[in-house]
């Protein structure tokens, strides 16, 4: 049962929104959220203390706290959110290392959740329909959160190695979505028109934000869980999910999407990267029979209905936007066949 409870992340959405509902657990008697920033919206009765979990001095609060359980939520998805893609990689991979470095020091620990992500399975279009836990992925992830999180994962198995006392939670969530988190996904479906890798129509699914929390709660305070993907029931296609959104679709060239996605991304609506290009293409399907049966998590959203509740928050379409969407794709596609002639020709030489 948790007593002290360390919180990374507590700056960040979730993790505040996690920290402030686990403080109004009676069985729990203190919360210490941490961060390099002082959280902007309120996390309850958690007492906050500013520190980086990339120094040592982590070490330092959890022994001088007699800190029992640790929830790691700050691995950071979106590069743009982390003051960019080095910063995102330090925090994510050094960061860990670190913490884990004071938790395997630490004889008061008895708990570790990690928050990972279902991008460790990467996407291609050798996957199966339905990733199980036990499943590795048909290619890794070669850059980006994806790449992290592999990292991450591989950090925290061999910290069970060297701690077997330690029960270690580690929830592979789907994308997380709802009204108040931003992600690079919920900037992508906020586009006015959504680029889609022409010929593909990927598969999705989705966590609501609010579920994302009660699977973290029961796994801090319920039974130890081990490797479990967390995801709402079903699936919904890429362009479906436009629909919803009342967006229009901008079919783009494979050869071109890289580049495509760039071009969005230094404008500063979204944040592209070659990972997340082959997930719009191939997409991912997760199975969630571990967390039912072993974590007793039911999710209170389909995949469809967190998309529903996201979309409710958005603005609507710009005026115009499927005119424009058109048009940008005709230009889209003339460049996309140039440079796919290029391409094709230097593959030639």
Same mark, same amino acid.
């Given at each position: 049962? *948790?007593?002290?409870?360390?919180? &990374?992340?507590?700056?960040?959405?979730?993790?505040? $929104?996690?920290?402030? $509902?686990?403080?109004?657990?009676?069985?729990? @008697?203190?919360?210490?959220?941490?961060?390099?920033?002082?959280?902007?919206?309120?996390?309850?009765?958690?007492?906050?203390?500013?520190?980086?979990?990339?120094?040592?001095?982590?070490?330092?609060?959890?022994?001088?706290?007699?800190?029992? &359980?640790?929830?790691?939520?700050?691995?950071?998805?979106?590069?743009?959110?982390?003051?960019?893609?080095?910063? $995102?990689?330090?925090?994510?991979?050094?960061?860990?290392?670190?913490?884990?470095?004071?938790?395997?020091?630490?004889?008061?620990?008895?708990?570790?959740?990690?928050?990972?992500?279902?991008?460790?399975?990467?996407?291609?279009?050798?996957?199966?329909?339905?990733?199980?836990?036990?499943?590795?992925?048909?290619?890794?992830?070669?850059?980006?959160?994806?790449?992290?999180?592999?990292?991450?994962?591989?950090?925290?198995?061999?910290? @069970?190695?060297?701690?077997?006392?330690?029960?270690?939670?580690?929830?592979?969530?789907?994308?997380?979505?709802?009204?108040?988190?931003?992600?690079?996904?919920?900037?992508?479906?906020?586009?006015?028109?959504?680029?889609?890798?022409?010929?593909?129509?990927?598969?999705?699914?989705?966590?609501?934000?609010?579920?994302?929390?009660?699977?973290?709660?029961?796994?801090?305070?319920?039974?130890?869980?081990?490797?479990?993907?967390?995801?709402?029931?079903?699936?919904?296609?890429?362009?479906?999910? *436009? *629909?919803?959104?009342?967006?229009?679709?901008?079919?783009?060239?494979?050869?071109?999407?890289?580049?495509?996605?760039?071009?969005?991304?230094?404008?500063?609506?979204?944040?592209?990267? @070659?990972?997340?290009?082959?997930?719009?293409?191939?997409?991912?399907?997760?199975? &969630?029979?571990?967390?039912?049966?072993?974590?007793?998590?039911?999710?209170?959203? &389909?995949?469809?209905?967190?998309?529903?509740?996201?979309?409710?928050?958005?603005?609507?379409?710009?005026?115009?936007?499927?005119?424009?969407?058109?048009?940008?794709?005709?230009?889209?596609?003339?460049?996309?066949? *140039?440079?796919?002639?290029?391409?094709?020709?230097?593959?030639?030489?």
């Amino acid at each position: 049962m *948790a007593d002290v409870v360390l919180v &990374t992340g507590v700056s960040r959405y979730l993790g505040g $929104q996690f920290a402030r $509902q686990l403080t109004r657990d009676p069985s729990v @008697s203190r919360v210490i959220g941490v961060d390099v920033i002082p959280p902007p919206h309120d996390i309850g009765r958690a007492e906050f203390v500013r520190a980086d979990i990339r120094n040592p001095m982590i070490g330092k609060i959890i022994a001088q706290s007699e800190v029992d &359980t640790v929830v790691h939520m700050n691995v950071i998805a979106t590069p743009t959110h982390a003051g960019g893609r080095t910063s $995102q990689k330090e925090i994510n991979v050094i960061g860990t290392m670190q913490l884990l470095a004071a938790c395997q020091k630490a004889p008061s620990i008895r708990r570790l959740v990690v928050k990972s992500s279902a991008a460790v399975y990467g996407s291609s279009p050798r996957d199966p329909a339905m990733f199980t836990e036990d499943m590795g992925p048909k290619a890794l992830p070669r850059a980006g959160f994806g790449k992290d999180s592999v990292e991450v994962e591989g950090y925290v198995r061999g910290f @069970s190695r060297r701690r077997p006392d330690v029960e270690i939670s580690m929830l592979r969530f789907a994308n997380i979505i709802g009204p108040g988190i931003r992600t690079s996904l919920t900037d992508y479906f906020a586009l006015p028109f959504v680029p889609v890798p022409l010929g593909y129509d990927a598969r999705l699914q989705f966590v609501h934000e609010s579920d994302a929390i009660g699977a973290l709660l029961l796994t801090t305070t319920g039974p130890s869980a081990g490797i479990t993907n967390i995801s709402g029931d079903g699936i919904i296609t890429v362009t479906q999910a *436009a *629909a919803m959104a009342g967006r229009p679709v901008l079919p783009v060239p494979m050869p071109a999407a890289g580049i495509f996605g760039l071009m969005v991304k230094r404008s500063g609506l979204a944040d592209f990267s @070659s990972d997340q290009i082959q997930f719009l293409a191939y997409g991912r399907g997760l199975d &969630t029979r571990r967390m039912r049966d072993v974590l007793g998590f039911e999710p209170a959203f &389909t995949t469809r209905e967190a998309f529903a509740d996201y979309v409710r928050g958005i603005p609507s379409a710009l005026p115009g936007a499927a005119a424009l969407g058109a048009a940008v794709s005709g230009v889209a596609g003339s460049a996309a066949n *140039a440079i796919s002639h290029v391409w094709a020709a230097g593959r030639n030489d």
